[in-house]
């Protein structure tokens, strides 16, 4: 299974990508991960990318470009991925097709803004390992630790109030029109994000019931 996960910051992707992952042994690539991670190592990448990410805005496209060209040829991926946070906009999509990785399908999963913003104040992700939790929604089995690894759970400086909106602002105008890109290639699923996880997941199967 090939597939992108779409949607605004915060939508339910990440969550998503995991269940999903879990249930057909695929990797995810979570870009946004990937980038943070860079960001902490204090490489090249990580500094080019840091100014964009803190204010909410995209990362340049070669560089997210070249980030996914590298890891889609890692041997993990050989049965299948899902993608998290790419493609962002319409060049990324178009570099993606011309690489020639026949995506299966394009999950879009729709969530209002206000939801989001309320949302986004309540996510935790793990400093160490990128696995995301929420104080209402998804807890951990211990509290400020991550189920994963043990890591600490720690608030994103970017799911603060005045960059969330800088962020929808952002998806709206440049990540939006994939949704129509991926319609007229008719590999669009779309679906409405849910108050609680377990509602949305059983709707995410149902999507994707046909691709199996
Ligand atoms: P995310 O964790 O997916 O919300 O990504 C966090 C931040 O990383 C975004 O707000 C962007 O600054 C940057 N980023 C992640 N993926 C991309 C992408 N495909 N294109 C450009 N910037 C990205």
Redesign the pocket.
């Known amino acids: 299974m090939k597939l992108i996960l779409l949607g605004a910051?915060g939508a339910g992707k990440g969550t998503q990508a995991e269940l999903i992952c879990e249930k057909n042994h695929i990797p995810t690539i979570?870009?946004?991960?990937i980038?943070?991670e860079a960001l902490k190592s204090g490489t090249e990448m990580g500094l080019k990318?840091k100014t964009?990410?803190e204010s909410?805005?995209?990362?340049p496209?070669e560089i997210?470009i070249g980030i996914i060209k590298d890891r889609l040829q890692e041997a993990d991926c050989e049965n299948g991925f899902i993608l998290?946070?790419?493609?962002?906009?319409i060049p990324?999509a178009e570099a993606l097709d011309a690489m020639g990785i026949g995506i299966d399908a394009v999950l879009d999963i729709e969530v209002a803004d206000e939801a989001i913003v309320t949302r986004m104040s309540g996510r935790r992700v793990c400093e160490n390992c990128g696995s995301s939790y929420h104080l209402l929604y998804k807890q951990p089995k211990v509290e400020g630790k991550c189920d994963q690894c043990g890591g600490t759970l720690v608030q994103r400086k970017?799911d603060h109030p005045d960059t969330v909106k800088e962020?929808l602002e952002?998806y709206h105008t440049q990540t939006e029109p994939l949704k129509e890109f991926y319609s007229k290639q008719g590999k669009l699923l779309v679906v409405h994000g849910q108050e609680e996880i377990e509602a949305t997941s059983r709707l995410v199967e149902e999507a994707l019931e046909g691709l199996k």
């Open positions: 910051p979570s870009t946004g991960n980038l943070r990318a964009y990410m909410g805005q995209l990362v496209d997210l998290d946070g790419f493609p962002r906009t990324q970017d962020r952002v």
